[in-house]
């Protein structure tokens, strides 16, 4: 069998800019250059450019548009609401609830601030990596600030319960941060509807440029900046506004929302057949995260007697990309924690390919890996010393 035509299944580490997003940015880096600070003609023009972008996201997220702030990152967000909670509320108490299953930089941040002498408790999730809100319920103290759980979870593509659970923070009086990196742009996400306080959405996952985040702070929070300088952002986030990136990223998110309906159910029809079809033709193996709770676009699957990243290599060599877990840490030798925190034991959480589709991702691409997969598979496992 010949090679296959490139096909890039790793969406959920990053997407291609869609040519609509950067035919709309272009102009913001020739002719609406300007300093949004400025009291300039060009100056205004990017700034009303910038604040456009903002009341698009208003819409969007179903807020005001005083309650979003422009980052540029979600490690900066979720760093921001974290670490500003934690800094603005220490009067109150020193304590923070997040998951076991959320990404590096809330788990990296928890990490700094129990070094600074908070109290950090990680939740665990079951099987299909769900956080249970009575779990949650029980872990507030009268020293909580803070809780943060992960909307749609990276590797695993499990929904938690994030309505649920911000009603209970909110009867509770705590704050709650959701990181909805991975689900802005394919779910529905409502903040007044789900009880958030905070909510982290990316640029890059959706279409959109690399370098631009949001952070949505309601109204009345008390946090503390990290950044300081010229006051930008409400003052919360101070540095030159990348207008360019922000307006891409507005584009991509109008796009999405617009297109969000259709995408979920074709994405949705795909992600099933390939489930089906590899655990029917390939035996020991195991999908990872929620069976229906889960992102339109994600598979995660574990296979007994090899290891990932070999799967993920001689994919690549066939011309299908995939990835072994998060991009932000694929690197780390040590096994996934998120697939360690639903109970995978070490060699098969070692064993594990996630697989995500995107927009441009066609059945004829899906046919291709359906039929490469059980190959790949195959021959690795006739090499591997566990079989």
């Known amino acids: 069998m010949k090679k296959c035509s490139k096909i890039y299944l790793d969406n959920a580490a990053t997407t291609p800019v869609d040519p609509q997003v950067l035919k709309k940015i272009l102009p913001y880096f020739t002719n609406i250059f300007g300093n949004t600070m400025g009291i300039c003609s060009v100056s205004q023009r990017a700034a009303k450019a910038l604040e456009s972008s903002r009341q698009i996201f208003a819409k969007i997220l179903n807020c005001q548009k005083k309650e979003l702030i422009f980052t540029s ?36 941040s928890a990490n700094w601030l129990e070094d600074q002498g908070f109290t950090i408790t990680k939740i665990p999730v079951d099987k299909n990596g769900l956080v249970d809100p009575r779990e949650i319920e029980k872990a507030i103290t009268k020293k909580t600030i803070l809780v943060s759980i992960i909307h749609a979870n990276n590797e695993i593509g499990t929904i938690n319960p994030i309505e649920e659970i911000g009603k209970t923070c909110r009867q509770k009086g705590v704050y709650f941060h959701t990181d909805a990196a991975q689900s802005f742009g394919k779910i529905p996400i409502d903040v007044k509807k789900m009880n958030v306080d905070l909510l982290t959405a990316s640029s890059h996952k959706t279409y959109g440029p690399k370098g631009v985040a949001l952070l949505y702070i309601k109204k009345g929070v008390k946090i503390e900046p990290v950044l300081h300088g010229g006051g930008q952002e409400f003052g919360m986030r101070s540095s030159t506004v990348n207008v360019a990136a922000i307006v891409g990223f507005a584009e991509a998110a109008k796009i999405a929302t617009r297109e969000m309906e259709k995408e979920s159910k074709r994405q949705t029809k795909l992600r099933n057949k390939i489930i089906s079809e590899i655990t029917t033709k390939i035996k020991d193996v195991k999908l990872n995260g929620h069976k229906t709770k889960r992102l339109p676009n994600n598979i995660n699957l574990s296979f007994k007697y090899i290891e990932g990243e070999a799967i993920m290599m001689m994919l690549d060599d066939w011309g299908i990309v995939v990835s072994t877990g998060s991009a932000c840490s694929s690197s780390k030798l040590e096994p996934s924690h998120v697939l360690m925190a639903i109970g995978l034991k070490p060699q098969l959480a070692q064993g594990s390919i996630r697989i995500s589709l995107g927009k441009y991702t066609k059945e004829k691409d899906i046919n291709c890996l359906i039929d490469v997969l059980p190959k790949v598979v195959k021959k690795l496992r006739k090499l591997s010393p566990f079989k």
Not at 81 to 103: F, M, P, Q, T, Y
Request: charged residues 20%; glycine residues 6%; aromatic residues 0%.
């Open 73 to 108: 990152s979600a490690t900066e967000s979720n760093n921001l609401a974290l670490k500003g909670v934690a800094s603005a509320n220490r009067d109150k108490g020193n304590h923070i609830i997040i998951s076991s299953i959320e990404h590096d930089c809330v788990l990296e």
